[in-house]
């Protein structure tokens, strides 16, 4: 049975930081690229950054470029979104995702949300102003 946990959010004030972490289980990690989309109330569900199953390969939103940075351990099954400077419209709830790796697929098959099969129940961040 597959299984992603998000966890790591909570309040923090604007300018600062927080670390979210995917847990995931009951399938192959290294064959799946992992994302990030966040969903804010009263708007639709967004990518913000993914990488690829052997994590050589990054892609972002533009609105997190230099602030936001994603990773991945094979040995331990983990994703991990490092959220710095953090600002008031980063308040969302966080999701992380995953995608089966294909060789074929071009740059948008990882910025497409339905190219992910397998998705966390999210986490909340809350960036104060």
């Known amino acids: 049975q597959v299984h992603l946990v998000e966890s790591g959010g909570g309040l923090v004030q604007a300018g600062g930081s927080l670390r979210l972490s995917c847990a995931a289980s009951?399938?192959?990690?290294?064959?799946?690229?992992m994302a990030w989309f966040r969903q804010a109330p009263g708007k639709g569900r967004e990518f913000v950054m993914s990488?690829?199953?052997?994590?050589?390969?990054?892609y972002y939103a533009e609105f997190v470029k230099g602030r936001f940075t994603i990773s991945r351990d094979n040995a331990k099954d983990t994703a991990d979104l490092q959220m710095n400077q953090l600002k008031s419209e980063d308040t969302a709830v966080y999701y992380c995702?995953?995608?089966?790796?294909?060789?074929?697929?071009?740059?948008?098959?990882?910025?497409?949300?339905?190219?992910?099969?397998?998705w966390g129940q999210g986490t909340q961040v809350t960036v104060s102003s």
């Open positions: 995702a995953a995608a089966p790796t294909r060789r074929d697929a071009g740059s948008s098959y990882y910025y497409i949300i339905t190219s992910y099969e397998y």
């Open positions: 009951g399938f192959t990690f290294s064959d799946y690229a």
């Open positions: 990488i690829t199953g052997n994590g050589a390969v990054t």
